[in-house]
C-alpha cells in the first residue's frame, strides 16, 4: 500500500445554521449553505492548505453536503486536485428530517447527560453509527491508495464529528476518551502526517475534561455505575 504523505481534514465554514438553528425547520439539513464568513473562513483555510501541499496534488472526499461542496469551493486548490469525490460516509451526523430545533434541543441535552457516543437521535443516528461508515469509509481508502497512481495527499471535506470519529478509529481512542473532546470550529484543520512509517495528529482536538486515550468506562465515577 502507497499511503499518503498526509491525510488532511476539514471542516466546512461557518452554515446558516450554525448562524440561525430555525433554518433547520424549513431547509433540510443536506442543502443548508455557507455564510459570507463561512466562505471567508474557507478561504483562509485554502491557504494553509495550500502551503502544506506544497505544490503536490491532492484526492478530495467531500461530504454531499452543500456547505461542504461550498467549503471546497472556497478551498481554491485549483489544479493540485487531481480528483474529487463524493463520499456520503463523510455526511454530517443525521439528526431528523426537517428539524425542529426545540425538540433537537430537548434530545441534546438527552444526549449530554447520556453520552454523545451511544444516544441515538429519533430519526437519526447515534455517534457509534457514524463511527461505523466511517470504519467502513476508511477500508475504501485502503484500496485506492493500493492504487500505483494515487496522489500523494489526501484531503476530506468533511464535519466536526466525523473529523473526531475518523481519529477514533485511526488511533483506537477508547469511547470515553472521545466524549472529552470537542468539535474543531469552522473550518478548522486537522492533519495526519506521515512519520517514520506512522502517522501522527499534528493538532490535539481539545478537551472540555481530561482523559487520556487509553481511558475506559471501568474509569468513569463510581456514582453514575
Given at each position: 500500500?502507497?499511503?499518503?504523505?498526509?491525510?488532511?481534514?476539514?471542516?466546512?465554514?461557518?452554515?446558516?445554521?450554525?448562524?440561525?438553528?430555525?433554518?433547520?425547520?424549513?431547509?433540510?439539513?443536506?442543502?443548508?449553505?455557507?455564510?459570507?464568513?463561512?466562505?471567508?473562513?474557507?478561504?483562509?483555510?485554502?491557504?494553509?492548505?495550500?502551503?502544506?501541499?506544497?505544490?503536490q496534488k491532492v484526492c478530495?472526499?467531500?461530504?454531499?453536503?452543500?456547505?461542504?461542496?461550498?467549503?471546497?469551493?472556497?478551498?481554491?486548490l485549483g489544479d493540485l486536485?487531481?480528483?474529487?469525490?463524493?463520499?456520503?460516509?463523510?455526511?454530517?451526523?443525521?439528526?431528523?428530517?426537517?428539524?425542529?430545533?426545540?425538540?433537537?434541543?430537548?434530545?441534546?441535552?438527552?444526549?449530554?447527560?447520556?453520552?454523545?457516543?451511544?444516544?441515538?437521535?429519533?430519526?437519526?443516528?447515534?455517534?457509534?453509527?457514524?463511527?461505523?461508515?466511517?470504519?467502513?469509509?476508511?477500508?475504501?481508502?485502503?484500496?485506492?491508495?493500493?492504487?500505483?497512481?494515487?496522489?500523494?495527499?489526501?484531503?476530506?471535506?468533511?464535519?466536526?464529528?466525523?473529523?473526531?470519529?475518523?481519529?477514533?478509529?485511526?488511533?483506537?481512542?477508547?469511547?470515553?476518551?472521545?466524549?472529552?473532546?470537542?468539535?474543531?470550529?469552522?473550518?478548522?484543520?486537522?492533519?495526519?502526517?506521515?512519520?517514520?512509517?506512522?502517522?501522527?495528529?499534528?493538532?490535539?482536538?481539545?478537551?472540555?475534561?481530561?482523559?487520556?486515550?487509553?481511558?475506559?468506562?471501568?474509569?468513569?465515577?463510581?456514582?453514575?455505575?
Amino acid at each position: 500500500m502507497s499511503a499518503p504523505r498526509q491525510i488532511i481534514m476539514v471542516r466546512h465554514g461557518q452554515s446558516a445554521a450554525n448562524f440561525d438553528q430555525s433554518i433547520y425547520n424549513r431547509i433540510p439539513d443536506y442543502r443548508i449553505p455557507l455564510t459570507e464568513s463561512g466562505v471567508a473562513q474557507a478561504k483562509v483555510a485554502g491557504e494553509s492548505i495550500r502551503r502544506q501541499l506544497d505544490g503536490q496534488k491532492v484526492c478530495v472526499y467531500v461530504s454531499p453536503y452543500l456547505r461542504a461542496y461550498q467549503t471546497l469551493e472556497a478551498l481554491n486548490l485549483g489544479d493540485l486536485v487531481e480528483r474529487t469525490i463524493e463520499e456520503p460516509r463523510l455526511r454530517e451526523q443525521d439528526w431528523a428530517n426537517f428539524q425542529n430545533p426545540a425538540e433537537i434541543a430537548d434530545q441534546k441535552e438527552l444526549r449530554n447527560a447520556y453520552g454523545h457516543f451511544f444516544y441515538r437521535f429519533r430519526e437519526g443516528e447515534s455517534g457509534s453509527d457514524v463511527f461505523d461508515r466511517v470504519s467502513s469509509f476508511m477500508e475504501t481508502l485502503y484500496r485506492h491508495w493500493s492504487k500505483p497512481d494515487y496522489a500523494p495527499n489526501t484531503l476530506l471535506v468533511t464535519h466536526g464529528l466525523t473529523m473526531r470519529l475518523f481519529c477514533m478509529r485511526w488511533f483506537h481512542w477508547s469511547v470515553e476518551y472521545f466524549e472529552s473532546l470537542n468539535n474543531p470550529g469552522n473550518a478548522q484543520i486537522r492533519s495526519l502526517l506521515a512519520d517514520s512509517g506512522r502517522y501522527r495528529l499534528d493538532t490535539p482536538f481539545e478537551q472540555w475534561t481530561y482523559a487520556h486515550p487509553g481511558t475506559t468506562v471501568m474509569d468513569a465515577p463510581t456514582h453514575l455505575w
